[in-house]
Structures are given as structure tokens and as C-alpha cells.
């Protein structure tokens, strides 16, 4: 029987979903040959097809409801599955809805995506009667998302973005106009001198080329129907002709003119540290304030395809003019001015995209007098960067009163408490969309080599998201964070979608689908090699000193040993995608191994020693980058565990 799949409409993501569908279905269902035949509108009398469409057209076609409830149809996700045998409908709110309904429809069917690219696709075999569900959900969260950051190749970030609605992700943000740092990182091979040779290579890397990679991303992205967020900083530097491209410090050749622009700190007007990124401006001289969102205009003007554009101000901190025109006024103050300014310019313009504000560093102070007029323009992003990831997020123990703003001399908040209690203040002002900014998956996961202990914090966190009144996650991180396993990524998702899911449940499905029948004792494993490293001892809460950690990291050997057996038995498992998740455990091993032993070294305080074995450690990370590059990002791990575990960085 050939299974006969038809898309109401021409929206791309609708035309898309079939064509995976196709795709799949041919492949887990190979008796049963898949054809596309578009089609105007829903005919409930044809009952031979598997139809495609938003709830609407299906509606219109005299589809019975009921369907899931969102706020926005444009912007929420749900979907109504109704197939049995391969006959039905799959509708949703949106085109975007729609795809994922496709997805969620082989999900159902016994599909897994443990990790993007082709090596993480599980695939079963299916008879066309098994491809049978039925769903009606909403998403828990609106927003669910991912941000570019650590070092990628264009690979990583399309399969980034192929990945997401896989597993019911709605949104993708390139950071910067050219995201060109992060580009750039991977195909110069910044930190790693061995991929010069081999395998990996270094070359030039032109900012047109990082243009090129955005612009094919961005087509990526529409055909998925993904919301696009797009820049951040850089409006502190770019309206100045000042490239934002990375945080590399350099020195500069200004004029009088352009000096006058930036902000005065202990009586000097200059880029900050070198870096334009970090650089604030002086936000109290209107000249400035109206440069700034002329540029910002023009950039929505020329990029009509973004649906939420990113204002923030510079990346630096405790670096804010103290001329006459700004030092009696909050930074937050002066922001909320030039958003009431940029909402009005856009008005007039008729730019209708949403415009995200940013609630981080100096701005978690809330603005003292200025307050947002046109809440529906904008979307509060909370970014509490300097957090701890030991304990979630709660609505319990924050503080009532904020400490007081003295500017330029500020210390931000470690407890997570204390974080909340920032965002409780400018929730008493603003009370429009919002959403979580988070790092997990940035830095804290290489203090977790086990990526099992830290899941429980990010489930929490966004299980409790709703307590502390955001709607959802842009998860700001390395897009390869699937070393040894993609465990943390899939309950990020999956919690995403539906947070009544409990952490166990993820798990459980995760490792049998990424380890197969050895499942239960690779999840044993690795929750071992989280408590053995100890993250809280690594995130820098306990002395480095510490004998009690030592010990534990002693254990590590022996539990590799032992476990190495069963690492080896699966070198050669019948699965594609489970096979490669074993011979990423064999590499990780290793890792693990001399990491330890650097590690134990310093919590003895025998620092000679813990640098020489962490060059060892280092050397083999660099050796095998071509065999992990998928999964791991060297560049970053190797920043993120030198410098804040030895000070060394570059």
C-alpha cells in the first residue's frame, strides 16, 4: 500500500513537514512506498491520506476539533494528532506546530534523536499499521529555544537547527550580526595547534564568509518556520562603524567625534579594554540614544525574516559614563528611554517584530523612573550569567529588597535567591512576555563530565520557570554538547514541551535510546562520574585544597576499568547511532581519566603536578577533536576548564 501524505497550503514548513515525513516513514516502513500530493484544502471524506495542516485549514475542511488552546497562535506551539495505520491528520496553531507535529508522529513511532547530525538517528522498523498515534497537547513554554556560542563549523549549526524541532525546540538566535566569532573560532582551530595537521586544517576565515554561513542558516530556519532571533550586543558599537565581530581586544584610532560618543570612566572616553562589544556609550546624550535605534530600524528594515531582535547594551560591566549627563541616572533608566524611542520609531516605520531587552549585569537593577509604554512590543530576557547551577531556580528564599546601585563598583549575585530577586524588581514594572537566558550548556557542563548530576538542576530549572514567571528558555551555549551523552539537551527539550514529565522518565528513554540494551549500567556509569567529579568542588564552592575531593577522583581509574569491558562489548553494536554513542564513551574514557588525575592533583594542592598532567590532558583533547568534532567543543572546554580550574586561558 502506498502511504499517500498531503500538505494543505504552500507554507514552507507545512511542505517541509511532509517531506520528512516521506523521508522517515520510507525508511522505518519499507514495504510501504510514501508519495506527496499537496492540496488546496482537507477533504474529511478522503480517508486514504495522511493530511498536513494548521488547525484552521483543517477547520475549514470540516475537521472536528477540539483543538489545544494557545494565547498566540503565531508565536505558541500545540499539535492534534489523530492517525491510525498511517491515515489522519497532524494539525497545529502554526506551519511551525505542524512540523513538530510531524516529528512528535515518529516519535510516537518509536523515533529518537539523541544528538544532531545523521550518527543520532534511531530509527526502528515499522509496518504501516504501527504508525498510529494520538496526541493533543500545547507546549508547557513559548519560548524554546537555542543561542549560537562556543566554536562551530556551518555543519554544527545546520544540524543545530535541523535538530531542534526533532525534539519539539521552536526558536534559533544567531548572537552579533555575522555570529563571525564563533565561525571564525572553529575554521582558524583557535586553541588546538594539532589540528594544523591532519585532519583539521586551518584557513582564512573573511567576515563575507560568516555572512554567507547566517544567510544559509536563515533559509535553514524559514523553512522550519523557527522563530528567528537575531544580534544582541553590537548596538553599543556597530552605529559607531565600530565592527562588533568578537571579544579579541585591539586598539583603536578614534576621532574626537566618535570619542565623545563613548562612555567616560574615571575621566576617560575609550573603548573599553580594547574590546567595542563591552564598550557602553554615553547613554544620556540624546545623539547617541537616537544613533542607536536609527541603526536598529535600518537593520529590521533590511532583515524582514527576524521575528525577535535582540537590543542590549554593551557585554562589559561596572563600566557605565559617569559624565555629568548620565551619572545621576540608572543604565536601566536610560534603556527603558531608548526602548519607548525605538517602539515609537518602529511604529512609524510599521515594523511589527517583537524587540527583546536584556535584564543582565549592571541592568538587573530596575530602572527608577522610565517605564515601558507599548508592552506588547517587547519581551523581557532574564539573564542571570553569574548564577550557580548547584541549586535551581525556586520562588522561596528571595530576598525582598534589592542591594543598593552604586555605579561602577556593583558585585551580582552568585545565589540564585538573589538573582530571582532582580527579576522580581522589574517584574513589578513590566509584566509582558519573558523568558530565561541560561548557560548551562555554555560552561557548566565541562564541570560535570558525567552530564548526568547537572540534568537534575535543569530539569528543575525549567519545571519551576513558570514559579518565578517566565515562559520558557534560549539556552545560550555551545552547540556541541553531546560529550558523552546527549542526556541534558534532550530534558532541556523534552521538559520544554511538557513539564509534567518527570526527570526519570527522560532519562530512562534517553539512555535506552542512545545505549541500547547496556542502557541501565552506562546510566550508572556516568551518575557515577558525576559524583566522582564533584561539580560543586569544580564550580569553585569549596577550597581547592580539598582532600575529601581527592579521594573521590581517585575513584575515577578504577570505575573506568571496570566499566571498560562494556564499553568495548558495543564497539561494534548493530545500531548506527547507538554504536557511535559507545565509541564517543570509549574517547570520553580517556578524557575522563587523565582529568582526574590533573584534578586530584590540584584538590592536594600539588600544582606543579596538576599543570604538567593537565598539558597531558589538553594534548589528548587536541588529538581527537576530528573524531569528536560533532560533539565536543575543544575550543571551548579547553577555555572553560583551564581558566577557571588554572588560570590559563588563550
Request: proline share 7%; with cysteine; charged share 25%.
Amino acid at each position: 500500500m502506498t502511504l499517500i501524505i498531503r500538505p494543505i497550503g504552500d507554507a514552507p514548513p507545512i511542505q517541509f513537514a511532509a517531506a520528512e515525513l516521506c523521508r522517515y516513514l520510507e525508511r522505518i516502513c519499507p514495504d510501504a512506498p510514501c508519495t506527496v500530493e499537496p492540496a488546496e484544502r482537507y477533504l474529511p471524506d478522503d480517508a486514504t491520506a495522511l493530511w498536513l495542516g494548521t488547525f484552521d485549514a483543517l477547520a475549514a475542511g470540516g475537521a472536528q476539533g477540539p483543538w489545544p488552546e494557545v494565547a498566540d497562535a503565531a508565536m505558541d506551539d500545540a499539535v492534534a494528532i489523530d492517525v491510525q495505520a498511517g491515515v489522519g491528520f497532524i494539525g497545529g496553531p502554526n506551519p511551525r506546530s505542524v512540523l513538530l507535529g510531524a516529528y512528535r508522529l515518529l516519535t510516537e513511532c518509536g523515533c529518537r534523536w539523541i544528538r544532531p547530525g545523521a550518527d543520532g538517528e534511531v530509527l526502528p522498523r515499522r509496518s504501516l499499521g504501527d504508525i498510529t498515534a494520538s496526541v493533543l497537547e500545547a507546549a508547557s513554554y513559548r519560548h524554546r529555544g537555542i543561542c549560537i556560542e562556543g566554536a562551530v563549523s556551518y555543519e554544527n549549526v545546520a544540524d543545530m537547527i535541523d535538530w531542534a524541532p526533532k525534539v519539539g525546540m521552536n526558536a534559533y538566535f544567531f548572537q552579533f550580526r555575522e555570529s563571525y566569532t564563533f565561525f571564525e573560532r572553529w575554521y582558524t582551530h583557535r586553541g588546538n595547534p594539532s589540528a594544523m595537521h591532519g585532519a583539521l586544517e586551518a584557513e582564512p576565515f573573511p567576515v563575507e564568509r560568516a555572512r554567507e554561513f547566517i544567510r544559509r542558516a536563515e533559509d535553514e530556519i524559514a523553512r522550519r518556520g523557527l522563530l528567528y532571533h537575531a544580534v544582541g550586543h553590537g548596538w553599543t558599537c556597530e552605529p559607531l562603524g565600530i565592527p562588533g565581530l568578537s571579544w579579541d581586544a585591539r586598539s583603536y584610532d578614534l576621532s574626537d567625534e566618535t570619542r565623545e560618543l563613548l562612555a567616560e570612566v574615571a575621566g576617560v572616553r575609550d573603548i573599553w579594554q580594547g574590546i567595542p562589544l563591552n564598550t557602553n556609550l554615553c547613554y544620556g546624550n540624546p545623539k547617541v540614544r537616537q544613533l542607536i535605534i536609527e541603526a536598529i530600524a535600518e537593520y529590521l528594515e533590511q532583515h524582514p525574516g527576524v521575528d525577535l531582535l535582540h537590543f542590549w547594551l554593551a557585554d562589559g560591566s561596572n563600566n557605565q559614563c559617569e559624565c555629568p549627563l548620565c551619572r545621576d541616572t540608572r543604565p536601566s533608566d536610560f534603556y527603558v528611554m531608548m526602548l519607548n524611542e525605538l517602539d515609537r520609531l518602529l511604529t512609524e516605520r510599521g515594523i511589527d517584530s517583537k524587540v527583546v531587552f536584556l535584564v543582565y549585569v549592571d541592568l538587573l537593577w530596575p530602572p527608577e523612573h522610565e517605564r515601558i509604554a507599548n508592552p506588547d512590543r517587547f519581551v523581557l530576557m532574564f539573564a542571570p550569567i553569574t548564577r550557580s547551577y548547584t541549586e535551581p531556580f525556586a520562588a522561596e528564599d528571595v530576598p525582598d529588597e534589592l542591594p543598593p546601585y552604586h555605579r561602577n563598583q556593583l558585585v551580582f549575585p552568585k545565589d540564585v535567591g538573589a538573582n530571582v530577586a532582580f527579576l522580581r524588581g522589574w517584574q513589578q514594572q513590566f509584566q509582558g512576555d519573558s523568558f530565561d537566558f541560561d548557560y548551562h550548556y555554555m560552561w557548566d557542563h565541562y564541570l560535570d563530565p558525567g552530564y548526568h548530576g547537572m540534568t537534575r538542576t535543569l530539569w528543575a530549572d525549567v519545571r519551576n520557570l513558570k514559579e518565578i514567571g517566565l515562559d520558557g528558555l534560549i539556552s545560550c551555549q555551545v552547540q556541541r554538547a553531546f560529550f558523552p551523552s546527549g542526556l541534558g539537551m534532550t530534558v532541556m527539550a523534552r521538559t520544554l514541551w511538557d513539564d509534567s514529565l518527570t526527570l526519570e522518565e527522560i532519562t530512562r528513554d534517553y539512555y535506552a535510546s542512545a545505549f541500547g540494551e547496556d542502557a541501565d549500567q552506562a546510566g550508572s556509569y556516568l551518575a557515577s562520574l558525576s559524583r566522582l567529579f564533584d561539580p560543586p568542588y569544580l564550580r569553585g564552592e569549596r577550597p581547592d585544597a580539598d582532600a575529601e575531593a581527592a579521594e573521590r577522583l581517585d575513584q575515577v581509574p578504577a570505575l573506568i576499568d571496570t566499566f571498560q569491558t562494556v564499553i568495548d562489548a558495543n564497539q561494534n553494536h548493530p545500531t548506527p547511532a547507538v554504536r557511535a554513542s559507545w565509541r564517543y564513551l570509549a574517547y570520553h574514557a580517556h578524557y575522563c581519566r587523565l582529568l582526574a588525575r590533573s584534578l586530584a592533583s590540584r584538590a592536594r594542592g600539588n600544582r606543579d603536578a596538576a599543570e604538567a598532567q593537565w598539558g597531558e590532558f589538553a594534548a589528548y583533547v587536541q588529538q581527537i577533536e576530528p573524531a569528536v568534532q560533532p560533539v565536543l567543543d575543544v575550543f571551548e572546554c579547553l577555555q572553560t576548564l583551564g581558566g577557571r580550574l588554572f588560570g590559563m586561558r588563550g
